[in-house]
Nanobody, 124 residues
Framework: VQLEQSGGGSVQTGGSLKLSCTASLRTANHISLAWFRQAPGKGREGVALLDGVGNPIYADFVRGRFTISRDNSRTSLSLQMNSLEPGDTGLYYC???????????????????WGQGAQVTVSS
């Protein structure tokens, strides 16, 4: 599975950005897709995911600001980020996992494939 990302960039506090990811999959059935991020000096943390049956799961810090979506082919993933804050700054990664559901799905160790990363910078 290869994941190709696009999007990201720099905005001021309160601004919006969109991230996109396309997965090279023969079949998207029961494949989960997610977004993670990593700030300088910190570990990789889960932001949001759509599990293999289409359930969205968000990290608490999202607080309704981000929306994760998947196209009808289930191989393209997007993350619309609104009301961005400086604390959202980091490298954002698309991820794929070969399971439909799992306990603690926002743990990075649960995911099998990763995109190349895209920088998101939010200035105050």
């Amino acid at each position: 599975v290869q994941l190709e990302q696009s999007g990201g960039g720099s905005v001021q506090t309160g601004g919006s950005l969109k991230l996109s990811c396309t997965a090279s999959l023969r079949t998207a059935n029961h494949i989960s897709l997610a977004w993670f991020r990593q700030a300088p000096g910190k570990g990789r943390e889960g932001v949001a995911l759509l599990d293999g049956v289409g359930n969205p799961i968000y990290a608490d810090f999202v607080r309704g600001r981000f929306t994760i979506s998947r196209d009808n082919s289930r191989t393209s993933l997007s993350l619309q980020m609104n009301s961005l804050e400086p604390g959202d700054t980091g490298l954002y990664y698309c991820a794929a996992a070969l399971w439909a559901s799992t306990p603690d799905p926002l743990l990075a160790t649960k995911w099998h494939y990763w995109g190349q990363g895209a920088q998101v910078t939010v200035s105050s």
